[in-house]
Nanobody, 121 residues
Framework: VQLQASGGGLVQPGGSLRLSCVAS???????IGWFRQVSGKEREKILC??????STYWSDSTEDRFVISREENTVYLQMNGLKSEDTAIYYC??????????????????WGQGTLVTVSS
């Protein structure tokens, strides 16, 4: 499967964005995670959704402001109440063995190209 992320842009603090991750094939057996990265720092996990049953995992730093969902071959990241510290490049990644519960970046071997989110007034 290949992934393509989109939906980033410039938004004011307190605003919302919805990111999309479109897959080239079915996602029934993949865990799809959203991650973000700031230059010079490690990639940070945000949320993951299981292809098998739609269960969701993670989300510490983003609290309940972000929500992950899936429709067909697209996984969305709805981001609300955006803060300046949410500024980053956002990536979606796929784990072919659907291991969201591991909570690590390593299993995600397929990546989209990243989409930049800038939160600024």
């Amino acid at each position: 499967v290949q992934l393509q992320a989109s939906g980033g842009g410039l938004v004011q603090p307190g605003g919302s964005l919805r990111l999309s991750c479109v897959a080239s094939g079915r996602l029934d057996h993949y865990g799809i995670g959203w991650f973000r990265q700031v230059s010079g720092k490690e990639r940070e996990k945000i949320l993951c959704i299981s292809g098998a049953d739609g269960s969701t995992y993670w989300s510490d730093s983003t609290e309940d402001r972000f929500v992950i969902s899936r429709e067909e071959n697209t996984v969305y990241l709805q981001m609300n109440g955006l803060k300046s510290e949410d500024t980053a490049i956002y990536y979606c990644g796929a784990d072919p063995f659907d291991r969201c519960d591991l909570g690590t970046v390593g299993p995600y071997t397929i990546w989209g190209q990243g989409t930049l989110v800038t939160v600024s007034s």
